[in-house]
């Protein structure tokens, strides 16, 4: 427990430096110290160790069921109850919490002493600051089992200036107003990063929106970002963009998008100049199509340059690589066949390379300030999150309508005759994961030797872009036998490579081939997956393939679930099949036709309407158009706030918990006027003013976080589908709940 000895900060970087944060003594544990780790941005995490082990670790993401959940250091999150609750710990027993924001670490809304959950001063608990490229470094360093190692960090943006260290502070390439970091280098040796060379982007202006046109951008992460709001209309979509490019060709040069000067990228706005228009993806495909590719070589051409000059600067044998920009498995694999590594395990690619992971590495951060020490104990697997009892398991099967239950003597055996038959199973097992891919913890699996699968899949589940492959799944030990490696392993346990497969064996698994022949691999092993591998080798035995259809467990625009509650509705809510929850197998029960059978019923206690005052005019049609509801709602881990487009209050306003969804669809206006693009484009130019920046009125995330909901929520009138959508995600949201029989009393 805090309180017990005091212990000045271990150095964790070279010589004398100023210390990272704001503590300068801290209070040590007799028995191994409670670490917490805080990640404040658009992919908010806590992570928890005791010692050096991680106990949970988990993205505000999982936990509201919106993507992309901002988190900040002075409100409570879900993150925080979660990784506590499970530990049964308090803040009064934590050792010392480590906060890493993306804002300025001198920002009252990311001043962790001012969260009321923590407490920190009340509780006496030590807070230490870092800056986030630091952290990034540290989530792949620290679990990496290495002795010692170069660290590249690639993303967006980073920490101010102002909020890093000196030594950091030292080593900028090339100075800049206001610069924030966008790529980092480092040298790691025991607890040790030394900062090598950092590049910054001056006033943090990594992406530069602009009025009906593509963003200017100012990073490597830029670039992508940029890309996919041009097409997509979400500067989060990256990994679409890198899915597109194999489709086009890059017509445009690097030289479009940055040059070279004196080891420097200056970046170009040739590439926005070209793309002035707001026509969005499936038009201009020919166009975006080229646009993603050549991105995509610019990319890689940088990377490529980034590697060769970090070994000039630390000519170790190992790299270690994180970053949202590292999530890039094209790359990747360039990176890995190319730079002159004797193994593909002397690259250690953190899982949770987006900034998820920053929550592990200021969480190893502060463990290295208390002892240290490094263990140089390796991740072995992102399964993070807290385990769900059997009786959770059951409970939530208890309490979801419309479902039947097995209990098979041979789970396994049952799953892979569904595989076989080609039945869609939703995969439920243990821990989740925390970075943005599912492993095997919360997975759909399907079979990839139909032609159909893809579509099967797509149509009837994820409703994603028929464009976006889906990942094949193989026994490391047969890998070899199926994809084109030329002398490399096969390893690639966090599907952070895209390999080719050999010639003739793409076209038995066409389910899980990309356009251009490839795969993004992920390889199992009985001592790190357990029955997860189990399943794939039996599948294998079964047919002759040793290859499974692997995704996340969600639909397009969902986080991945979490609770076995969350599967059993995603399985209600799609044409999944089957779910295989630890031991159990369900089943949709012969009466379930649709979510609209259920009664609804509202549970948010509170909401508010937010609506912007345009030219002084309040009954504005574009302020009716772009206004948004906030409210107040109850999760297993406290209460938090969930935004939505206002289009919900029609359906809201008819929900008396004695109506079905059926009912209420008859009483909605059929059409609706569309929220019109040019009117986000408006709305997103007007909200960052009015937000006086990035972050919305009582932190609720970025101006651009509340234009892609809106994006993503516009609805031309209440048909069938479109309720269904919108109940699927109040409910999900927990605003309403859904009920086989009316309410009573209601």
Not at 396 to 416: C, L
Request: charged share 25%.
């Amino acid at each position: 427990m805090a309180g017990e000895g005091l212990r000045r900060l271990y150095p964790l970087l070279r010589g004398d430096h100023e210390s990272v944060g704001t503590t300068e003594v801290i209070q040590m544990a007799q028995s191994e110290p409670w670490v917490l780790g805080i990640s404040n941005s658009h992919n908010g995490a806590v992570c928890l160790l005791q010692g050096d082990r991680i106990v949970a670790a988990v993205q505000e993401e999982r936990l509201t069921r919106k993507k992309r959940s901002v988190t900040h250091g002075a409100y409570p999150s879900l993150a925080l109850n979660y990784c506590l609750g499970y530990a049964g710990i308090q803040p009064r027993d934590l050792s010392l919490i480590v906060n890493c924001s993306t804002g300025r670490v001198t920002s009252q809304i990311d001043d962790v002493t001012l969260n009321p959950l923590l407490q920190a001063t009340k509780n006496k608990i030590p807070v230490l600051t870092v800056g986030h490229h630091l952290a990034h470094a540290m989530s792949a360093f620290a679990v990496s089992g290495f002795e010692s190692s170069a660290v590249l960090v690639v993303d967006g943006v980073g920490s101010s200036q102002e909020d890093l260290t000196a030594d950091e502070r030292a080593v900028i390439k090339r100075q800049v107003p206001e610069g924030a970091e966008t790529i980092s280098l480092y040298a790691a040796s025991g607890t040790r990063l030394v900062p090598l060379e950092k590049h910054m982007v001056e006033k943090a202006r990594w992406l530069i929106y602009e009025f009906l046109r593509m963003p200017r951008f100012r990073s490597l992460g830029g670039i992508f970002a940029a890309a996919a709001w041009q097409i997509f209309a979400n500067v989060h979509e990256a990994g679409k963009v890198m899915g597109l490019a194999p489709y086009g060709r890059p017509t445009l040069p690097t030289s479009d998008f940055f040059a070279l000067v004196d080891g420097s990228f200056e970046f170009s706005d040739a590439v926005p100049e070209r793309f002035d228009y707001t026509d969005r993806w499936p038009r201009r495909q020919k166009e975006y199509e080229d646009l993603a590719a050549s991105a995509q070589a610019a990319l890689e051409d940088a990377l490529l340059y980034l590697i060769d000059h970090l070994r000039d600067l630390c000519p170790s044998e190992k790299l270690c690589y994180a970053g949202g920009v590292a999530l890039n498995s094209v790359a990747n694999e360039r990176i890995l066949r190319e730079r002159g590594f004797k193994d593909v395990k002397d690259v250690y690619i953190a899982p949770a390379a987006e900034d998820s992971g920053v929550a592990i590495g200021a969480a190893y951060y502060g463990l290295w300030q208390l002892t240290g020490r490094n263990t140089c104990r390796p991740l072995g697997h992102d399964a993070v999150g807290r385990p769900y009892s059997a009786a959770e398991v059951s409970q939530a099967i208890a309490k979801t309508p419309h479902i039947e239950v097995e209990e098979p003597d041979d789970v396994i055996s049952r799953t892979v005759d569904l595989l076989a038959e080609g039945k869609i199973v939703g995969w439920f097992q243990g821990r989740s994961e925390l970075g943005p891919r599912a492993l095997g913890q919360r997975s759909i699996l399907c079979d990839p030797r139909s032609p159909d699968a893809k579509a099967l899949l797509n149509g009837r589940v994820k409703h994603r872009e028929a464009f976006r492959p889906f990942a094949p799944v193989v026994p490391l030990t047969l890998a070899k036998d199926w994809f084109d490696l030329d002398g490399f392993s096969a390893e690639s346990p966090y599907m952070l490579r895209v390999i080719r497969f050999r010639d003739g064996k793409a076209e038995q698994v066409p389910g899980v081939v990309h356009v251009d022949g490839t795969g993004r691999l992920q390889t199992v092993t009985p001592e790190a997956n357990g029955r997860f591998y189990e399943l794939v080798q039996r599948f294998y035995e079964k047919t002759g393939v040793p290859v499974i259809l692997n995704t996340s467990f969600n639909v397009m625009g969902e986080p991945i679930v979490e609770t076995p509650e969350d599967a059993l509705w995603c399985f209600l809510s799609t044409g999944i099949d089957a779910c295989v929850l630890e031991d159990k197998l369900v089943f949709k029960s012969p009466e379930h036709g649709s979510i609209l059978d259920f009664y609804p019923s509202i549970l948010a206690s509170r909401y508010t309407e937010s609506r912007l005052i345009i030219d002084g005019r309040l009954d504005d049609e574009e302020a009716r158009q772009t206004s948004f509801l906030t409210f107040t709602v109850n999760t297993p881990w406290g209460r938090t706030k969930q935004v939505m487009s206002a289009n919900v209050l029609p359906v809201l306003a008819l929900i008396d918990g004695r109506r079905n969804g059926w009912s209420l669809l008859e009483s909605l206006p059929k059409q609706v006027k569309k929220l019109d693009e040019s009117f986000l484009l408006r709305a997103l130019e007007l909200w960052r003013k009015a937000s006086q920046g990035e972050v919305m009125i009582d932190g609720l995330g970025p101006s651009i976080a509340v234009v892609d909901m809106l994006h993503s929520q516009r609805i031309s009138g209440y048909g069938e589908a479109t309720l269904t959508r919108m109940l699927v995600n109040l409910r999900r949201s927990s605003v309403i709940a859904l009920r086989q029989e009316p309410s009573v009393g209601a």
